[in-house]
């Protein structure tokens, strides 16, 4: 069986501040029986990966990574007990980051995707930079959470996507749905996105089934 993993795309849904809004015109088409639609949407709207190029120009972007990097083996982290804008400490995750495991792939679940559509999601966990060199430190070529930002939106920090980005490991933000899989378990899962040429991200659909 096959999960989606990926926050529906409609108009005026969530976004990071600042972003574009996102907006689908579903009579855009001329003349004739078909249907054609105006999406107006950013790099980073919805569920969506983050390329190297999101953290500076000049380094790699969404269409120059090779496909492999989007799809392999993940395991989840539960982390559902934290507080609004904490930060998720290496000692949430010490433990099982001491275990050796075939995945690559690390998918923080906070359960933040509960407060997906109001103001609350603004206020999320964050990674630590202890955390996020830790995750670099451990092999991991992809990290992914439920929620908006792996930094912190309320106080605007970047050091995450410094860490991570700047190791040319991925990320994937606003996942939903990581409560319908177990804890420690080994899935498959991809994360292909748009082939947008030059671009600094792009939305996925997100997707993982059990190996």
């Known amino acids: 069986m096959i999960l989606d993993l990926s ?13 574009p809004e996102v907006s689908l015109d579903f009579g855009a088409g001329g003349e004739g ?20 190029s999101h953290l500076a120009p000049g380094r790699l972007t969404i269409d120059a990574l ?3 990097r ?9 982390l559902q007990s934290l507080d609004d804008d904490a ?10 980051l001491s275990t050796p495991r075939p995945a690559d792939f690390a998918l923080l679940r ?9 103001e609350p999601y603004l206020r999320h966990p964050y990674l630590s930079r202890e955390l996020a060199q830790a995750l ?4 991991f070529t992809l990290i992914g959470v439920d929620a908006l930002n792996v930094d912190s939106t309320v106080q605007g920090t970047s050091h995450a996507h410094e860490i991570l980005l700047g190791k040319e490991i991925l990320i994937v933000e606003n996942l939903t749905g990581l409560d319908r899989l177990l804890a420690g378990h080994i899935y498959q ?7 947008l040429a030059g671009a600094d991200g792009s939305p996925v659909r997100a997707l993982t089934w059990i190996v």
């Open 189 to 195: 899962f991809a994360f292909f996105p748009l082939r």
């Open 136 to 139: 670099a430190e451990a092999g």
């Open 7 to 19: 926050h529906p795309i409609h108009t005026d849904m969530t976004i990071y501040p600042g972003d």
């Open 66 to 68: 090779p496909l492999e």
């Open 70 to 78: 989007f799809v392999g083996l993940g395991t989840i982290f539960d």
């Open 87 to 96: 930060p998720i400490a290496l000692e949430h995750l010490s433990p099982a």
């Open 33 to 52: 029986p078909w249907r054609v639609s105006a999406l107006r949407l950013g790099s980073h709207s919805g569920t969506h990966i983050d390329a190297p």
């Open 110 to 118: 906070t359960g933040w995707d509960r407060h997906w559509g109001r």
